[in-house]
T-cell receptor
Framework: RKEVEQDPGPFNVPEGATVAFNCTYSNSASQSFFWYRQDCRKEPKLLMSVYSSGNEDGRFTAQLNRASQYISLLIRDSKLSDSATYLCVVNRNYGNFNKFYFGSGTKLNVKP | EAGVVQSPRYKIIEKKQPVAFWCNPISGHNTLYWYLQNLGQGPELLIRYENEEAVDDSQLPKDRFSAERLKGVDSTLKIQPAELGDSAVYLC?????????????????FGDGTRLSIL
């Protein structure tokens, strides 16, 4: 079983729509969580960290459910520029070092 | 703050040739990562450095891949000889990571990557 699993999509949505992605992780010892955005032929860029209480950054809301071992990303009022692949990243601590696990990404296409 | 710098951006070589990639991490970031990313997949770790020490190289194909991080700053990743299946994007990332930040929310920051094509 993969450490981090995501629905690959693509999610095709019209401008202005609300869209949500989920990501599940396999190890309950995972400690910190992130969403990265990756544009075509570009590097991953940090979109937002995910905090236990949930957090919001403009149109983006991230939630963490430790009991069910999933995190979510909600995008409200989708823009054409939101079209990208969204990578779920989980960080686990092994005592004296951390290790990051990446999902395969969820592709979002926002259409006019 | 300057980001992670990688070079070259693109490299096209024939199979069995050697190739090298270079990475300069963000200043002050002691942890450096090399990842391989295939189309439609997330990055896969090849090797991680804590300062100049390679602390996780379990996924590095050591028969043909090597890496070094002299003086704990810049790093190079080498493939010799390259095979057709090595065509991918090679990403370098860095992170500020010390015993004080082990439980913190420090993310990784990525360079632009090197897109390698093997003919």
């Amino acid at each position: 079983r993969k450490e981090v699993e995501q629905d690959p999509g693509p999610f095709n949505v019209p401008e202005g729509a609300t869209v949500a992605f989920n990501c599940t992780y396999s190890n309950s010892a995972s400690q910190s969580f992130f969403w990265y955005r990756q544009d075509c032929r570009k590097e991953p860029k940090l979109l937002m960290s995910v905090y236990s209480s949930g957090n919001e950054d403009g149109r983006f809301t991230a939630q963490l459910n430790r009991a069910s071992q999933y995190i979510s990303l909600l995008i409200r009022d989708s823009k054409l520029s939101d079209s990208a692949t969204y990578l779920c990243v989980v960080n686990r601590n092994y005592g004296n070092f951390n290790k990051f696990y990446f999902g395969s990404g969820t592709k979002l296409n926002v259409k006019p | 703050e300057a980001g992670v710098v990688q070079s070259p951006r693109y490299k096209i070589i024939e199979k069995k040739q050697p190739v090298a990639f270079w990475c300069n991490p963000i200043s002050g970031h002691n942890t450096l990562y090399w990842y391989l990313q295939n189309l439609g997949q997330g990055p896969e770790l090849l090797i991680r450095y804590e300062n100049e020490e390679a602390v996780d190289d379990s996924q590095l194909p050591k028969d043909r891949f090597s890496a070094e991080r002299l003086k704990g700053v810049d790093s190079t990743l080498k493939i010799q000889p390259a095979e057709l299946g090595d065509s991918a994007v090679y990403l370098c990332a860095s992170r500020r990571d010390s015993s004080r930040y082990l439980l913190s929310n420090q993310p990784q920051h990525f360079g632009d990557g090197t897109r390698l094509s093997i003919l």
